[in-house]
């Protein structure tokens, strides 16, 4: 993950793009903003890390600086059904109640499993989105 620490990430996409051969691929990969752990855990969300990751992208924010450039989005996968982030949210919550973070990381562990299952099911709400796209002009 890198895009999500840029200050200007369409100024970088562009020269992704002019650095592209005709019909070239890029692949981006970011924590994805409408994720289960953020919308469970908020501000206790593993991936919101402040003010490393200056931006959190969603599909339709992420498709929306795409569409300002000549790559064509061929396919949005969303990863992370073994991701550690709910655990690690959970600890930061647990922290967060005055909670040593020793015990906060053993009673977050015994959450893992349920968190493999939360990401399982949740489809376009799982922890990482993944954009391919296509380089359209020559």
């Given at each position: ?22 019909k070239?691929?890029l ?9 289960a ?26 498709s ?11 396919k ?48 376009t ?6 954009f ?7």
């Amino acid at each position: 993950h890198t895009f999500e620490h840029l200050k200007k990430p369409l100024k970088i996409l562009r020269k992704m793009e002019l650095a592209l051969k005709p019909k070239g691929y890029l692949v981006i990969e970011v924590p994805n903003a409408n994720s289960a752990n953020r919308h469970i855990f908020g501000a206790n969300w593993q991936q919101l890390i402040v003010p490393e990751h200056l931006f959190f992208w969603s599909q339709k924010s992420l498709s929306a600086l795409f569409e300002k450039t000549s790559l064509r989005v061929l396919k949005i996968s969303y990863l992370g059904i073994f991701s550690f982030s709910g655990v690690s949210s959970l600890a930061n919550w647990l922290r967060s109640l005055g909670l040593s973070s020793q015990i906060a990381t053993i009673i977050s562990l015994f959450f893992l499993p349920i968190s493999v299952v939360i990401n399982a099911f949740s489809f376009t709400m799982r922890e990482n989105l993944l954009f391919i796209a296509q380089k359209t002009n020559s």
